[in-house]
């Protein structure tokens, strides 16, 4: 039985590993949402394999790593679009998108173009 205990052991340790793999991902993510930056540099950062590392990340968040970091960018640029005057394209620079697909993936997240957005938001001050 003492092997058995130190088996389930070392699972409970490589389990406890993955999950502060997605927590330094995170972290990454939070702190270079901004930059270009891809799955594969975030898995790079972890030490993990791409495609295990996505399994991994949508397995404890419930989203790709891209899904993710894209709605972070979003996030971020409607905070942008509602506080600002910065114009659309230096917004998607700023949260680290190209500015000819931001307003498509803005669009498709939000259900509006981001001037649209800014203006509905802009009304409602």
Do not use: C
């Not at 003492?2 to 999950?19: E, I, V």
């Not at 495609?51 to 419930?62: A, D, N």
């Amino acid at each position: 039985t003492g092997q058995l205990w130190r088996f389930f052991s070392l699972l409970l340790d490589a389990h406890n590993a993955y999950d502060d793999a997605v927590g330094v991902a995170l972290n990454y993510i939070h702190s270079k949402y901004m930059y270009p930056l891809s799955v594969e540099d975030i898995a790079q950062t972890v030490g993990l394999e791409r495609s295990y590392f996505s399994v991994l990340f949508k397995e404890k968040t419930g989203m790709s790593p891209y899904q993710y970091l894209t709605a972070l960018r979003i996030r971020k640029a409607r905070i942008l679009l509602r506080e600002t005057d910065t114009s659309v394209a230096r917004i998607a620079e700023a949260v680290g998108m190209d500015s000819r697909n931001f307003a498509r993936l803005f669009k498709k997240e939000t259900g509006e173009t981001p001037l649209q957005y800014r203006q509905k938001r802009r009304k409602e001050q």
